[in-house]
């Protein structure tokens, strides 16, 4: 059985940074695609960056945080990181990590079987 678990939101300041973290656990070779994921209060849930797991990992990242956020694997702990840094007020949200067979896109979370519980994350001064 997959399964994700998020962890290392929380409250900080604009400016500041934060690295969540994915832990997969039951992973086969069909879930090549780890991606992170964000819904804020009252917002549609939107795409934020994916890896895809190949002979040399590609990366996805959303316009909106391009520059700012990089994903990474640790592939001796089963874990994708999302690091953030310069956080904004429009960052604050619940960020979800997510896996699926094969999934051909990065910004369609219909294409996600498999989703973590959430982390939240909350940019306020």
């Known amino acids: 059985q997959v399964q994700l678990v998020e962890s290392g939101g929380g409250l900080v300041q604009p400016g500041e940074s934060l690295r969540l973290s994915c832990a997969a656990s039951g992973l086969t070779s069909d879930y090549n695609v780890i991606a992170w994921f964000r819904q804020a209060p009252g917002k549609e849930r939107e795409d934020v960056s994916c890896i895809i797991r190949g002979y040399r990992d590609s990366t996805y990242y959303a316009d909106s945080v391009k520059g700012r956020f990089t994903i990474s694997r640790d592939n001796a702990k089963n874990t994708v990181y999302l690091q953030i840094n310069s956080l904004k007020p429009e960052d604050t949200g619940v960020y979800f990590c997510?896996?699926?067979?094969?999934?051909?896109?990065?910004?369609?979370?219909?294409?996600?079987?498999?989703w973590g519980q959430g982390t939240q994350v909350t940019v306020s001064s």
């Open positions: 997510a896996t699926g067979r094969r999934p051909n896109s990065c910004a369609n979370p219909a294409l996600y079987a498999v």
